[in-house]
């Protein structure tokens, strides 16, 4: 079992940065594939970026150049720095946890490839 706690959200003008972390429990960090979702008022819950156990990252094409994600497996935590923040990337930030070793780029945008799930952290950018 893994627990996700995130931290780091709030409110910042468009333009501004802010910086998320997830910290899990566990002591098999290192073997999970870690992601960030979100979810907008009246929207689906989306992917937005992701780094899997061997250090590759995937980013939704509406983040690429501005979110970049990290990860400190001393720690079992992962970072996502948030740059360039438009009002469109206000939503509630969820962090998730996947066990699967070997997987193509395309699952990972499906909720069905993750395994848990944070309570979320609400990140609001203003205009």
């Known amino acids: 079992q893994v627990q996700l706690v995130e931290s780091g959200g709030g409110l910042v003008q468009a333009g501004g940065s802010l910086r998320l972390s997830c910290a899990a429990s566990?002591?098999?960090?290192?073997?999970?594939?870690m992601g960030w979702f979100r979810q907008a008022p009246g929207k689906e819950r989306e992917f937005v970026a992701a780094?899997?156990?061997?250090?590759?990252?995937y980013n939704a094409d509406s983040v690429k150049g501005r979110f970049t994600l990290s990860r400190d497996n001393a720690k079992n935590t992962v970072y996502m720095q948030m740059n360039s923040l438009k009002p469109e990337d206000t939503a509630v930030y969820y962090c998730?946890?996947?066990?699967?070793?070997?997987?193509?780029?395309?699952?990972?945008?499906?909720?069905?490839?993750?395994?848990?799930w944070g309570q979320g952290t609400q990140v609001t950018v203003s205009s």
């Open positions: 566990g002591r098999t960090f290192s073997s999970y594939t």
């Open positions: 998730a946890a996947g066990s699967t070793t070997y997987f193509s780029s395309s699952s990972l945008y499906s909720q069905a490839f993750w395994h848990y």
């Open positions: 780094i899997s156990w061997s250090g590759n990252i």
